[in-house]
């Protein structure tokens, strides 16, 4: 592609508005501040500790400085770290129709999915439906679903999609049918969307044309659903795909861990050119007169598991689709979809396209990340499940630098970015291949020699229709499914050097990190709308089971040869490191967090003036120098937020929300993932991938309230123990200061009160978890009750024990 289409194809501006220039102004200032007020801070520290007045408890006074002042120091340094990425944003906008239609690349698309009851078949037949539907040539494109539980419920339901697919696509394609996914598209308030066609806005053929068309394409698609629901009522789910005696293979009972490899076509490629339908009014459902009613193929395949054989969780998987769709379609561009996200914007895949040349001029994007949007979640967010601080304000700030950091589903890859070769502004003559000898391949790729063919075809660029034609024939199922076996990566590079990597939990942030230390790049892009939506935890449990794995996982990283602080690499930019670095070491907060926020509330529960004495300027009004630093970090705190909400165009309530949630986990799930990393490191145990549940909340209630009941559900777990210490701590303390007396004695516990109050506005949205369903009732006011009524139990116990 020539050097002037690719720069009209993406348009990248730098945000150089006057907020942004704030923004780094404030930055800047801030972290100043920080130089200034630990400088003060430490040695009014040591003043303290030597003077003769805190002779009693002299070890209680020194922990609680040196508690307090690390503390400050961590938060301070996680402030920095996170900050320092985020300070170059810029915007794309790409400009699909300048693509060629006849130069646009074969792309495979990569399902994952690994346990039918957790993941549900209907969820993955509509993520199916919504790729084959997409806008894209049905010759280029390829749809792969990988089993990870090998159960033939999935295949089943994999394969009515792909039945289903020969009326939902033509559909789709004659009426322009936004989103493609039938389920969001058809009963849009049980998926959780925003109502989808309304006559004002459709552009298609005649509307009362599409309104039948529509009521007979929704009559099938019901059908499919009870089909569906039937099979999963079955025996199905506990069908695997087993090897004989004999040598035959059929399904049979089985377990997810201990099944046979499998692959299998259920649809084969179309033909090149469109088939259009001349006019058959009588033989079909619709009138498809000069619709193509061709499909993409359909793949379905599982890798073989056996036990005593690591078969590392999602990375394996994709690792398996890698090789597996190598011999087959063996486009230079890979989609990844997780099995619960589904195509949004059926624009979306052209739109990667566009990215991927246009960025870094000459094929240096490895990556586009795109970002993850969510159905089904409660207006109010609770649980942050949008994520938006880290999407639309990170993400977009990395993208300034060498690229976004690679977060897991709805990503597009360059394939031979894959196969650990340097990106192109880093290789000698601009040739990838050639230095590899076929010893070498073995050592890496494994044995398989049709799998080094495709290799050196995509390093030679030549996967185009003319040299790269695959017949799908029985040879090649044979080899991918000899790809596709538990021991072909042993004593290879796979998972090291090549494709996903392993020896984590969140194989998606180190693989990111091993392209950008190569030196490729990635691009971010936020279509409008939404490229692709999936689903969230639904409930708190969920959530912090989900917080958990990723927090274990990034200090997996950090423990590894993938550390951020020590792997070298000269093509890493240095403010991308600072990102890694932050992404890597944050849980580590939790322990810094639980101390800092609980000692203030040790002297002010033992109810004496000894002990109150013992922390900080508990006796004495804290002075003047203090207030002014604390308000100068709190004011500057808040205007860095304000600012960032501005460029970035979330909402002030969805920072906050982060801010919110962030408490929350740091003090339950990051803990946890210190102590499962600990445990690791020291004896070896392996953390565990507890997939998320896909379940949508069901309930079809008609307000709000009643539609998210399932969300308020309270499912007990250890990680809620933590929080609520914590929470009760403050509580009861506030009220013990109050009860007490205390606040009169002057401003110190006028500010420790204060602090207190921070801490539990803080883990708000947690309170309101654990209380669950009573919470559809309780507002911020009904809280406020509660906490005095625990005040004045704690006033009545006080007096008892007095
Ligand atoms: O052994 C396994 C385990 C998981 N998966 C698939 O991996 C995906 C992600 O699992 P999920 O439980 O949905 O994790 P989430 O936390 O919701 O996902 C985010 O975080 C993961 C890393 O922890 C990334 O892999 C995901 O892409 C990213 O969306 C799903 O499609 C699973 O089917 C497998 O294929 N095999
Ligand atoms: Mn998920």
């Known amino acids: 592609m020539s050097a002037s289409v690719e720069r009209v194809l993406v348009q ?5 508005t006057i907020t942004i220039k704030l923004y780094r102004l404030m930055i800047i200032v801030r972290m100043g501040i920080f130089v200034l007020f630990f400088k003060w801070r430490i040695s009014t520290a040591r003043a303290m500790m030597s003077s003769p007045d805190t002779n009693d408890g002299t070890s209680t006074v020194r922990a609680m400085w040196t508690v307090s002042i690390a503390g400050e120091l961590w938060f301070a340094l996680m402030w920095v770290l996170d900050q320092l990425p985020k300070m170059q944003p810029v915007q794309r906008a790409v400009d699909i129709a300048q693509l060629d239609e006849s130069l646009l690349p074969t792309m495979d698309v990569f399902v994952t999915t690994a346990a039918p009851d957790k993941e549900p078949p209907l969820v993955t037949a509509n993520t199916v439906l919504s790729i084959l539907a997409a806008d894209y040539p049905a010759d280029k494109l390829t749809c792969y679903v990988s089993d990870d539980g090998g159960a033939l419920l999935t295949r089943e339901a994999v394969a009515e999609a792909a039945r289903f697919a020969a009326l939902w696509v033509p559909f789709c394609r004659k009426h322009g049918v936004e989103p493609r ?14 109502a989808v066609v309304k006559r004002s806005d459709y ?118 689709l890698l090789r597996a769709s190598a011999v087959l379609s063996n486009a230079p561009f890979i989609l990844n979809l997780d099995c619960d996200h589904y195509v949004n914007n059926s624009q979306a895949l052209r739109a990667g396209v566009c990215l991927m040349h246009g960025r870094g001029g000459g094929g240096d994007v490895a990556f586009v990340q795109f970002p993850q949007r969510f159905d089904g979640v409660d207006p109010a967010d609770r649980y942050a499940n949008h994520n938006r601080v880290f999407f639309d304000c990170t993400e977009l700030g990395l993208d300034g630098l060498q690229g976004p950091i690679y977060v897991g589903t709805g990503c597009m890859f360059r394939r031979s970015a894959l196969y650990g070769v340097d990106p192109p502004r880093f290789r000698p003559h601009g040739d990838a291949s050639s230095k590899d000898d076929v010893a070498t391949e073995t050592d890496k790729f494994g044995v398989s020699t049709p799998f080094h063919r495709s290799v050196r075809a995509v390093l030679n660029h030549s996967t185009s229709e003319e040299e790269w034609n695959s017949p799908f024939d029985g040879a090649a199922i044979g080899e991918a499914t000899a790809l596709v076996s538990c021991a072909y990566e042993d004593g290879t590079a796979w998972g090291r050097d090549i494709g996903w990597m392993y020896g984590t939990v969140t194989e998606d942030v180190a693989t990111g990190f091993c392209l950008h230390r190569r030196g490729w790049r990635s691009a971010y892009f936020a279509a409008a709308p939404d490229a692709f939506r999936g689903t969230a935890p639904i409930n708190l449990t969920d959530r912090l089971h989900q917080v958990l794995r990723w927090a274990a996982g990034s200090l997996e990283i950090f423990f590894s040869r993938n550390n951020a602080l020590l792997r070298t690499g000269g093509r890493l930019h240095p403010l991308q490191r600072v990102a890694y670095l932050n992404t890597t070491v944050y849980p580590f907060t939790s322990i810094f967090l639980i101390v800092y926020c609980v000692f203030p509330a040790i002297p002010l529960l033992a109810g004496n003036a000894t002990a109150g004495r013992t922390f900080l300027m508990m006796g004495t009004p804290p002075s003047a120098t203090y207030i002014a630093f604390l308000a100068a970090l709190m004011l500057t705190l808040a205007m860095v937020a304000v600012l960032e909400v501005r460029w970035s165009g979330i909402t002030l309530g ?8 962030w408490m929350v986990s740091a003090t339950s799930a990051y803990l946890a993932a210190v102590a499962q990393v600990a445990l690791k490191v020291a004896v070896g145990k392996e953390i565990s991938f507890n997939l998320t549940s896909k379940r949508r909340a069901t309930s079809s209630g008609a307000g709000v309230k009643e539609r998210f009941a399932e969300l308020y559900a309270v499912r007990w777990t250890v990680l809620m123990v933590p929080p609520a210490v914590v929470l009760a701590m403050n509580v009861t303390s506030m009220a013990a200061a109050i009860e007490g007396g205390r606040w009169r004695k002057g401003p110190a516990a006028v500010l420790a009160m204060a602090f207190n109050a921070w801490v539990v506005m803080h883990l708000y949205p947690f309170a309101l978890g654990l209380v669950g ?4 009732t309780l507002s911020p006011l009904l809280l406020l009750v509660a906490l005095f009524t625990i005040r004045s139990l704690c006033f009545v116990l006080h007096i008892h024990m007095l």
């Not at 996914?181 to 925003?194: L, M, Q, R, T």
């Not at 969805?654 to 949630?661: M, P, V």
């Not at 369903?773 to 559809?776: D, E, V, Y």
Request: aromatic content about 8%; glycine content about 6%; overall charge positive.
């Open 12 to 16: 990248t501006t730098k945000l150089s």
């Open 654 to 661: 969805e920072w906050w929300r982060n801010e919110q949630f």
């Open 181 to 194: 996914n039938p389920e969001a598209y058809f009963f849009p308030s049980s998926a959780g969307v925003v």
């Open 773 to 776: 369903r009573w919470s559809k």
């Open 203 to 320: 552009k298609g053929r005649a509307w009362p044309e599409l309104a039948r068309d529509r009521r007979r394409v929704r009559r099938e698609y019901e059908e499919l659903r009870l089909r569906v629901d039937a099979l999963q009522a079955g025996d199905m789910r506990r069908q695997r795909w087993s090897q004989l005696a004999d040598g035959g293979s059929c399904w049979r009972r089985g377990t997810a861990e201990d099944h046979a490899g499998f692959v299998e076509v259920l649809v084969r490629p179309p033909s090149r050119t469109p088939e259009l339908v001349v006019s058959d009014v009588n033989n079909h459902l619709l009138d498809l007169s000069s619709v193509d009613v061709r499909i993409p193929a359909v793949v379905y395949m599982c890798r073989e598991k056996r036990h005593g054989h690591a078969h590392h969780r999602k990375a394996g998987a994709m690792n398996a």
